[in-house]
């Protein structure tokens, strides 16, 4: 199976242009739902706030799981300042550097938006002398409202107040030789991914196993995927960003197969057919531990589900940052991901 590479990136784009941080996801997974309805597969809204959609299969007593979280990094307002600027408190496991310049948005309670730039108090080498010097943190990183605000009384004015989402812009871009550079490829290429594949099954006729694609909403804070898990699952894939840096195997070229990662090993078996499968389809891979990692499926064994449980997904460069994948690994995740859903049962 090889799929058109043109509908994952249709699907990146749409997304990634859709603010979701962790605890506002309402809107993108309304989205999605919209936009896939016309499948006719059951989907389900949990109380939790994540889409679950269900593909029946030959087999109903044995189910599966696949997921991808549509949940990004972003933060919340924490403090209005004297000065019309905005303190930040991070949502999810990235550091300040990463967001130093960029663009953002500001939702406000009553569905207003606010943009601004992500700047360091003592930005200007024209005036601070040691402000390549010192730390990027809440103390010194504040947000630049696009308003004529002077002070904190101003900004209320705007609607603004403690506790409002804030958005990174995703800066997506498609090169001519295949890469995608931007924000949130973790995990909405993963997600597209996904979504790319309901159409293709539902041409190519029924799964072995019925399956369940959750669209999980809460990754990136710990708890995404781990419940509204049917009690027939019996094995549980995460489909993620696989990290690429110093002394990693995983590359932008081929789908990543973790082994372990924060948590722990993933199933031995599970790795082992997911591996059996790329070598028999040819799909380019790699297996790999992600040392400060943690998923979907760990969350759920955490969580107590007994299912087997696997990690994989597409290669992306500078996770947490402004990040960057190419089509090549779009394209063996995908594969793999389609080989996996036609296969038996792991055996062990």
Same mark, same amino acid.
């Given at each position: ?8 990136? #249709?699907?990146?784009?749409? $997304? ?8 506002? &996801? ?23 706030? !994540? ?21 990004? !990094? ?15 408190? $991070? ?6 550097? /990463?967001? +130093? ?8 309670? +009553?569905?207003?938006?606010? &943009? ?5 108090? +003592? ?77 293709? @099954? ?68 599970? #790795?082992?057919? $997911?591996?059996? !499968? ?23 064994? #955490? ?35 389609? /080989? ?5 049962? @792991?055996?062990?």
């Amino acid at each position: 199976m090889k799929m058109e590479t043109d509908a994952i990136v #249709r699907w990146i784009d749409k $997304l990634v242009n859709i603010p979701s941080p962790s605890g506002f &996801t309402a809107t993108i997974i309304h989205q999605i739902e919209k936009e896939i309805q016309s499948l006719g597969f059951p989907m389900t809204k949990t109380n939790k706030g !994540l889409l679950r959609v269900t593909v029946p299969g030959e087999n109903e007593h044995v189910h599966r799981v696949v997921t991808a979280h549509v949940d990004t !990094l972003g933060a919340m307002v924490k403090e209005m300042k004297a000065n019309g600027r905005l303190v930040m408190s $991070l949502i999810g496991g990235f550091r300040f550097h /990463a967001i +130093e310049g960029e663009y953002c948005t500001i939702h406000t309670m +009553e569905g207003k938006a606010y &943009t601004g730039t992500i700047v360091m108090h +003592e930005s200007s080498v024209h005036v601070y002398k040691d402000a390549g010097e010192l730390p990027r943190d809440e103390q010194h990183m504040e947000i630049r409202i696009d308003e004529k605000v002077q002070t904190k009384e101003e900004v209320m004015e705007l609607g603004i107040q403690v506790g409002d989402f804030i958005s990174f812009d995703p800066r997506f871009s498609y090169t001519n030789s295949g890469f995608i550079k931007s924000r949130h490829l973790d995990d909405k290429a993963s997600v597209a991914i996904l979504l790319s594949l309901l159409p293709v @099954i539902k041409e190519n006729g029924p799964l072995p196993y019925t399956t369940h694609f959750l669209i999980s909403n809460n990754e990136e804070i710990g708890f995404g995927g781990n419940s509204s898990i049917p009690t027939e699952t019996v094995e549980f894939l995460a489909v993620d960003m696989g990290a690429i840096g110093d002394g990693q195997a995983t590359d932008e070229y081929t789908v990543s197969i973790c082994a372990k990662d924060s948590s722990g090993p993933y199933h031995f078996g599970f #790795r082992k057919q $997911l591996t059996d !499968l790329a070598k028999e389809r040819h799909i380019p891979y790699q297996v790999d531990i992600y040392p400060y990692y943690g998923s979907d499926a760990s969350s759920a064994m #955490r969580a107590g589900v007994d299912v087997k449980h696997a990690l994989i997904g597409p290669g992306i460069d500078a996770s947490h940052s402004y990040e960057r994948t190419h089509v090549d690994s779009l394209q063996a995740t995908a594969q793999l991901v389609y /080989a996996y859903l036609y296969s038996p049962l @792991i055996e062990g």
